[in-house]
């Protein structure tokens, strides 16, 4: 997997507000964890699984910030999983890291945001 040209492509689909090419980044099964879900929903515990909600979660996300745009500033790699930094929304800074399957799509997801 060429890390830095799937971060490159994840951002354009982030900044394009298209739906449709964000998930084509993951998997079904997609689990996500980030405080951005416990803060928007007040409650649980800060994690989504399939492809179903996550789609949700994110169709409204990005209604309510129509001026979304993520600024890439680094990319690293694991075995089977990279971590992006880069500038989110609220001007925080935010680490994410994503674990690939054998089809090279993400399964599971962390996000870390500054405050």
Known sequence: ?????????????WNSHNLEDILSHYAEDIEVTTPMIKM???SGDGTLKGK?????YWGKAL?????????????????????????????????????FNDEEKVYKMYAFYTD
């Open 40 to 42: 928007a929903l007040g």
């Open 63 to 99: 209604e309510k910030i129509p001026d979304l745009h993520f600024e890439l500033y680094e990319v690293t790699q694991g075995i089977d999983s990279i971590a992006l930094y880069y500038k989110s929304v609220m001007n925080k800074k935010a680490i994410e890291v994503m674990f």
């Open 1 to 13: 997997m060429d890390a830095k040209a799937f971060a490159e492509q994840w951002v354009n689909s």
């Open 52 to 56: 179903e909600a996550v789609s949700a």
